[in-house]
């Protein structure tokens, strides 16, 4: 029986690279939707649980994606919620890449210094994949730290990462250089996850810190987030610290990516969210 996957976007047209990456990780068909809002979803929800029965429900999954990660979450509660019994489909969330980079990003840099115990920085944190990345990195142990240049905004953030995850970060209004600095004080770990094109922390005040064993940016467009690392570096050294670039996190986001959507096809009643998909890259990743 062939393999489906039924594609829900929220944008005007569905993703073509969630699509291709589907066809890769060895789908059949991708049956995709633009344009998808929350009330949409029961109805194209119920159209993949009845076609099909008992074991060959898992052949068919859902994806969803869209570029608004607020709209995606909430298209994940409306799929979970179609679901009755047994009869459901194996899904996975992966809105605006989300969940998949910052995965990517987290697993990077466990895999290059022990991290448990360090403190971590993430610049410009309060976005889908700064948050989730705080999330991963407590999760291993580390103090983190999320900046924003809105004070209020950190602290709400770090609020719905408490209520969501169990786990303390600290908020930081960071405004300018002063307080770039004044954050880096102490720290292990930094990340960037700002908005393409913004040079969030410059070269002069990373690469003189004692303290700063890895140094990473989830952006390609120049210049990157992290003054004087370039997004394909993986694992360089630059100023004696590690450093990963975009494209450096990108090859093993679209590893994570692809082996994701091909675990949706082993059960029929799977939810990948950031957590499974963590679990995942990291099992991909191990150590032989």
């Not at 697993?107 to 989730?132: D, E, H, Q, S």
């Not at 142990?141 to 995850?165: E, K």
């Not at 610290?241 to 082993?266: D, N, P, Q, T």
């Amino acid at each position: 029986m062939e393999k489906l996957l039924v594609q829900l976007d929220s944008d005007r047209f569905a993703s073509v690279f969630d699509a291709i990456t589907a066809y890769d990780a060895g789908v059949d068909h991708v049956l995709s939707y633009g344009g998808v809002g929350v009330d949409d979803v029961r109805n194209l929800v119920y159209g993949a649980m009845f076609t099909r029965g008992g074991d060959a429900l898992k052949n068919t999954a859902i994806f969803i994606g869209g570029s608004s990660v607020p709209v995606g979450e909430a298209m994940l509660k409306a799929t979970l919620e179609a679901f009755f019994g047994p009869v459901r489909v194996s899904v996975m969330a992966d809105p605006n890449g989300s969940n998949t980079t910052a995965a990517a990003a987290v697993l990077k840099i466990i895999r290059a210094v022990p991290v448990a115990g360090k403190r971590a920085v993430i610049f410009a944190g309060t976005g889908p994949v700064g948050v989730r990345a705080a999330a991963l990195l407590g999760k291993e142990g580390c103090r983190v730290t999320l900046t924003s240049r809105n004070l209020d905004r950190a602290q709400s953030v770090s609020r719905s990462i408490r209520d969501r995850f169990n786990l303390e970060v600290e908020p930081l209004e960071v405004r300018d250089d002063a307080a770039v600095a004044k954050a880096l004080e102490g720290a292990n770990i930094v990340l960037t996850t700002g908005a393409a094109g913004v040079e969030l922390v410059k070269q002069a005040l990373w690469a003189a810190n004692p303290t700063i064993e890895v140094v990473a940016d989830v952006n390609a467009v120049p210049p990157t987030g992290v003054g004087g690392i370039k997004p394909t570096d993986d694992g360089k050294l630059r100023e004696g610290k590690v450093a990963f670039g975009a494209i450096g996190i990108g090859g093993l986001k679209m590893k994570i990516h692809r082996a994701a959507v091909a675990r949706l096809f082993e059960r029929n009643d799977l939810v990948l969210d950031i957590e499974e998909i963590y679990a995942i890259g990291k099992a991909l990743e191990a150590p032989a």
